[in-house]
C-alpha cells in the first residue's frame, strides 16, 4: 500500500524509475499504458529551471494521461532547490521527487544528488526548505551511503522522516557502486523492520522480473517498488509484475510481433512529443533493446540505427514483425550486467 498525497494504491504499487534520457513522456505513457502506477520525469537541474533553459523546462511538462507522476529535482543549493520547487509546483505534478541519489561526478561531487549523503544535515534543511517551498507532497530518492565505509541510510531516513516529505525510495547501492555490483535488499529489509521507521518505504535495485517484484514485497516488506533498468526496452515488466503479484501466474513474454505493435506506438508517441528530429534519435536506445537477443539481427538495427525517415522506420519496423512473426527472445536488458537472478 502506498500513499502520497491523494494518490493511493491499494495492492502491490510498482513504480516507473525516474531515468535521465529514457523517461520521458512517450515512454512514460507506454509503461503507464502496461500497468506502472506511478511514472517519473527524468531528473531536472534546479539551476537549468531557475535559468530557464528551454530543454529542461520542456522536461517537467506533465500530461493528464500520465497521472500520477511525479517530478524529479536536483541541486546543490538550498535556496536555489526551493525556488526551483516554486517553479516545478506550476507545473503541477502530483508531487515533487528529490533527487538525492545521482552518482554521475559532476553532480555527486559539487555536493547535489548522492552528494548529499555526505552531509545528512545539509540534506535535512534543503528537505525541510522544500516541503515548506510547496503545497504539493515531496518523497526523496536516495542510496545507502557514499562508499561501503560509510553506510548512512538508517540515519539518513530517520532524519528525512520528520521534514514533512512522505516517502523515501532506497536504492540499495552505495554512490561508489555506481550501477555495479548487486543492490543489497538487506539494507532495506533493516530499515523496514526498525520500529523507529514510520515513513513509506519504496525499494529499489535489480528487480527485472515477476518473483523478485515479490520477493521486495513479502520478504523485503516495501510498501512500494521502483522498477528502472529492468523497464527499458521492456515496459510489458509492469504488467508482467502486476498479474504476477495478483495471480501468481507467469504471463510469456512478448513475440517479435507484438514487440513491434509496442516499438511502433512508443515511436508515435516520441515524435508526437519530440518532434523531428528528436523523435528519432532519442528512440533508438529503445529500438536496440526491444529486439535484443532476437538472431541475425544486425542489418534490421543498423537500419533502425541510422534512419532518419519515419515512415521509413515504420516499414522497417513491419519487415521485422513479417521476418519473424510469433518468435520470442530471451529477456534482455539494456545494460549487460543486469541479470535475472535473486535480490
Ligand atoms: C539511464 C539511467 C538514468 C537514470 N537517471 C536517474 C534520474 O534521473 N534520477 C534518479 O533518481 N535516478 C536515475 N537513475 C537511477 C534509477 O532511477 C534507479 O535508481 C537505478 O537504475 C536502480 O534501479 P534498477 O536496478 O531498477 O535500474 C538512472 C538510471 C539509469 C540506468
Request: charged share 25%; glycine share 6%; proline share 5%.
Amino acid at each position: 500500500m502506498l500513499k502520497i498525497g491523494n494518490i493511493f494504491i491499494e495492492k502491490y504499487p510498482v513504480l516507473l524509475a525516474p531515468m535521465e534520457d529514457v523517461t520521458d513522456v512517450s515512454f512514460r505513457a507506454i509503461c503507464k499504458e502496461f500497468g506502472a502506477d506511478i511514472v517519473f520525469t527524468e531528473f531536472i537541474s534546479s539551476e537549468a529551471l531557475i535559468r530557464n533553459v528551454d530543454k529542461t523546462l520542456q522536461k517537467m511538462r506533465i500530461y493528464d494521461f500520465e497521472r500520477p507522476a511525479a517530478i524529479q529535482i536536483y541541486g546543490h543549493d538550498i535556496e536555489n532547490m526551493a525556488q526551483a520547487t516554486r517553479i516545478v509546483s506550476q507545473a503541477k505534478p502530483d508531487f515533487i521527487d528529490i533527487n538525492y541519489g545521482c552518482p554521475v561526478k559532476k553532480i555527486a561531487l559539487r555536493g547535489a544528488g548522492s552528494g548529499l549523503l555526505r552531509d545528512l544535515d545539509k540534506m535535512e534543511q534543503m528537505t525541510r526548505a522544500i516541503v515548506q517551498a510547496t503545497d504539493l507532497p515531496v518523497t526523496a530518492k536516495t542510496r545507502l551511503g557514499w562508499d561501503s565505509e560509510s553506510i548512512v541510510i538508517e540515519e539518513a531516513v530517520l532524519r528525512l522522516q520528520n521534514t514533512g516529505i512522505q516517502a523515501i525510495t532506497i536504492h540499495a547501492r552505495t554512490r561508489s557502486q555506481m550501477y555495479s555490483g548487486k543492490a543489497d535488499w538487506s539494507w532495506i529489509a533493516k530499515i523496514i523492520s526498525n520500529p523507529d521507521v514510520k515513513i513509506q518505504i519504496i525499494g529499489n535495485g535489480d528487480i527485472t522480473t515477476p518473483q523478485m517484484a515479490k520477493k521486495a514485497f513479502e520478504q523485503y516488506k516495501v510498501d512500494a517498488i521502483m522498477i528502472g533498468r529492468g523497464a527499458i526496452g521492456r515496459p510489458w515488466i509492469f504488467k508482467q509484475v502486476k498479474h504476477y503479484l495478483t495471480t501468481g501466474q507467469l504471463l510469456p513474454e512478448p513475440n517479435v510481433q507484438e514487440r513491434v505493435q509496442i516499438a511502433k506506438k512508443h515511436f508515435e508517441l516520441s515524435l508526437k512529443y519530440k518532434g523531428m528530429p528528436r523523435g528519432i534519435f532519442e528512440m533508438r536506445r529503445h529500438f536496440a533493446i526491444y529486439f535484443k537477443n532476437v538472431p541475425n539481427f544486425k542489418t534490421f538495427k543498423l537500419q533502425l540505427l541510422t534512419e532518419q525517415d519515419p515512415d521509413k522506420i515504420i516499414k522497417i519496423l513491419d519487415q521485422i514483425a513479417s521476418q519473424y512473426g510469433d518468435f520470442t527472445p530471451q529477456p534482455a536488458y539494456a545494460y549487460d550486467n543486469m541479470e535475472q537472478g535473486e535480490n
